[in-house]
């Protein structure tokens, strides 16, 4: 496991043992990660486990719609990261390139507030320098093989945090 993934794994850990929570998000097949992620966390991953407290901020249709109609596309997780996210969690967002205003609002928002993660095929906006920010770039814009490599990182991640907290 390369050692950004690592750290990701250590932030998860410390999160969920100080009461915190994932959310996570993406759109498209990202969004489907997204979702393949925390149904993992709260979920059961390879046996059973006991679940860990992970939201994704895409399933809810009534509150995509309200948002969007609201606010507009751009603050789609933004929102739902105000309204979710507190000090101790971890927001994990899943994307090809970072060119959508949705995915640099939320992580703008979520840099206020807690920790973030974004494992995305090709950053081209944020500074990988940021503090509270760990960018696990995959250096591809092919968006099947950043979605295939996505799902793998999911799993090994899932692998490791559930390792770790039974």
Known sequence: ???ILEEVVSQVVACIQSGGKILTFGVGGNAANAIHFAAELSGKFE??????PCIDLCSNPSVLT???NDFGWEHVFSR???ALAKPEDVVVAFSI???GSYLRNAIAQALTMCQVVLICGRNTFFNPTMSNLLIYELGSEDTPKVQ???LEIIHQLCSSIKALLL
């Open 1 to 3: 496991m390369s050692d």
């Open 148 to 150: 295939e490599r996505q």
């Open 66 to 68: 309200a948002i969007t």
């Open 97 to 99: 390139g970072t060119g």
């Open 80 to 82: 739902q990261i105000m």
């Open 47 to 52: 046996q059973y486990e006991s679940p860990l």
